[in-house]
């Protein structure tokens, strides 16, 4: 293709190309049609079926649809990755006062529990080097502080989702203990 000076004549020449490359093909339906295109007094299902000669137009899937996979019963208490102290505390925390059995669930608490784990050894940095640290600039904010901060808040939002925000079920029906009523004053 060779360039031309104004656009309208640029898009002139790619579709004089366009036509030479298709030949025939780069007619319209109405001109190589017998009936028209959009015909009065044919039906667009008669158009289809005169030119699709039963090909169908949608591509079939070869994937497998999904289904549910029963449950065994069991599920393994360990995270599927290693985690640090914090994090593992965490885990256990969580996995002792609530059933999460679905994969989803399990991937969002380990991320939570890695986040956790980074967020205190930020914390630990910041200790060591201080909350203010001088640059040549003069005294600013320890940079590892935004992001022990994010990570905090990536463990509050994720515990959130999963909603362990409501307190667990608990064998025993009733009140906590040590409730006093509103007519006990």
């Not at 935004?146 to 925000?165: C, D, S």
Request: net charge positive.
């Amino acid at each position: 293709m060779r360039a031309v000076g104004t656009r309208a004549a640029m898009f002139n020449n790619v579709a004089q190309e366009t036509k030479h490359a298709l030949g025939a093909r780069g007619s319209t339906h109405k001109n190589r049609c017998q009936h028209g295109g959009g015909a009065p007094g044919v039906n667009k299902n008669q158009n289809y079926a005169k030119h699709s000669r039963g090909k169908s137009m949608a591509k079939k899937s070869t994937k497998t649809p999904l289904r549910l996979v029963p449950s065994t019963g069991t599920t393994d208490d360990a995270p599927p990755r290693t985690l640090g102290n914090h994090g593992m505390n965490l885990w256990n925390r969580i996995t002792t006062e609530y059933e999460i059995t679905d994969a989803g669930g399990r991937e969002l608490l380990v991320l939570a529990c890695q986040q956790l784990d980074r967020a205190e050894a930020l914390k630990a940095q910041i200790d060591a080097e201080g909350e203010i640290v001088q640059s040549r600039h003069g005294p600013r904010d320890h940079p590892a502080l935004r992001h022990e901060l994010q990570a905090r808040a990536f463990v509050a939002k994720t515990l959130l989702r999963l909603g362990l925000n409501v307190e667990p079920l608990r064998p025993v029906p009733g009140r906590p203990a040590g409730w006093i009523g509103p007519d006990a004053r």
